[in-house]
Structure formats: C-alpha cells, structure tokens
C-alpha cells in the first residue's frame, strides 16, 4: 500500500474504530519518521487537497530524525520534539490556530533496563501532552504511544483530568508479544484560566 513502514496499520485500525482523523483537521504528528503514521494523516485530513469535495486539513510532522518530504505535510525533521524551541517551531507553524490531534508513535531508544526505558518513554509522554494541553481545541484528541509499566496508570490518571474519556488500546496489527500499547485521549475539556 506504499507505506514507509507497518506501524500505518496500527493508525489506520486506531483511526477506524474511534474516528480521529477527519478533513479538514489540523493534526500534529509526533516522532513521525519515517512517515507512515503522516502519510496516513495527510489523506485522512486532506491536507493534500487531493479531495476537492472535502475540507482541507493540515498536517506537521516533526522527528529527531532527517524525514523525507511527504506531500502534503510540513515537514520538520532533525527537530528534538521535547527541546521548547522545537515545540516554538511547531507553533510557528500554526500560526494561532488550534489542534484537532496530536499523535505521537515516538519512542526512546531502548537501554535494555527495563526502569530507565520505562521512564523515558513516560517522559516522551507528557512533553506530547503538555503540548496537546496547550495547542489544541475543545473536543481534540491525543494518542500517545507507551510500554505497558507501572506509572501507565498516573498517565492516565493525569489524562482524565483533562479528557473526557482515556483508553487503553493494543491494535491487533501490534506484535502480541510486545508491551507496545497507546492511549487515546478524546474530547479536550479545555483549560480553564484562573
């Protein structure tokens, strides 16, 4: 199907049951080399413009890694998404308006001790909803990658406060012997400013 890589299938199968992607959403994605998960995006939004019948979307993407341009998407690659002037970047690029979904397939670099990759990968996990808490409209939705650990729950835990319903998904396209899972925040209740 011409995807960059299968991890497409994991959004594709998220994205069919729970309706992330819609035309004409602006939507943020995440450590998103190669660019499968934004290849899907781009359609899915049509940020591409390819369907004159729809609105379109916007779609940034933004990696650590150098990303290979894909129609249709800003592309921000060799771009730490946890540095705050990459996040400005991001910013930048919105210029004002607000995010529908932010997605995030990121990942550390695993150490091979369990602790500290566990930890990391929580780390990566609230930069991406700090941000999402900041940028996005009422009703947006975040789906962050994560292994399953003991802080899983005060993540979701933390989202709830600001979500009105967080799930924990494990895609039949996810290898069943990895601790791989996702959650999906949905309907930002937005902050309220005191």
């Known amino acids: 199907m011409n995807y960059r890589c299968r991890s497409a299938f994991k959004l594709l199968e998220i994205d069919e049951k729970h309706h992330i992607l819609k035309p004409g959403f602006?939507?943020?994605?995440c450590g998103a080399s190669p660019g499968s998960w934004t290849q899907i995006a781009v359609k899915k939004v049509n940020a591409d413009g390819s369907d004159n019948n729809s609105v379109k979307g916007k779609v940034i993407s933004i990696d650590r890694q150098l990303l290979y341009p894909i129609e249709g998407a800003i592309i921000l690659g060799?771009?730490?998404f946890t540095e705050a002037s990459s996040q400005d970047k991001v910013a930048k690029e919105l210029?004002?308006?607000k995010v529908d979904c932010v997605l995030s397939d990121m990942a550390p670099n695993a150490t091979g001790i369990p602790d500290l990759d566990h930890e990391n990968i929580i780390k990566l996990c609230y930069s991406v909803l700090k941000f999402?808490?900041?940028?996005?409209?009422?009703?947006g939705s975040v789906l962050v990658k994560l292994w399953q650990c003991g802080?899983?729950?005060q993540l979701i835990s933390d989202m709830e406060k600001f979500y009105r319903?967080?799930?924990?998904?494990?895609?039949?396209?996810?290898?069943?012997?990895?601790?791989?899972i996702f959650l999906l925040g949905r309907e930002f209740k937005g902050l309220k400013v005191t």
């Open 165 to 180: 319903s967080v799930k924990a998904i494990k895609p039949k396209s996810s290898r069943s012997d990895s601790a791989e």
């Open 26 to 29: 602006i939507v943020i994605d």
């Open 78 to 80: 060799n771009t730490d």
């Open 95 to 97: 210029g004002g308006a």
């Open 132 to 139: 999402a808490l900041k940028h996005s409209n009422v009703g």
């Open 151 to 153: 802080d899983t729950k």
